[in-house]
């Protein structure tokens, strides 16, 4: 099973402090990323859709969702790239990068 991280910036009370201005901004200037309003996975014939705000990273010839949801961005983690990518990402966001 895939370990679910989180990139977030906390205020002093705790609260996340990213919004989609901000990461929309960021991730226009990320060339193998791509904004998509919903995301679509299909198993077993069985078809779901989940609308949200997710920027999609294209590599390796797939897509890797990170989705931004109350002023966070969640990833899961399917392999080391897809890590040391998060941790970039936390790290030009100036934002933490946590389990959760």
């Known amino acids: 099973m895939n370990k679910r991280y989180k990139i977030t910036r906390l205020d002093d009370a705790g609260q996340p402090t990213l919004t989609l201005e901000e990461c929309q901004a960021f991730f226009a200037t990320q060339p193998d990323f791509v904004y998509m309003d919903s995301f679509g ?23 890797v ?4 949801y109350e002023g966070e961005i969640y990833v899961a983690i399917t392999h080391p790239v897809v890590l040391d990518r998060a941790i970039h990402i936390a790290e030009c966001l100036e934002a933490l990068y946590i389990e959760g």
């Open 41 to 63: 996975a299909a198993q077993d014939g069985v078809q779901m859709k989940i609308s949200g705000h997710f920027f999609m990273w294209q590599v390796e010839g797939g897509q």
């Open 65 to 68: 969702p990170f989705r931004f």
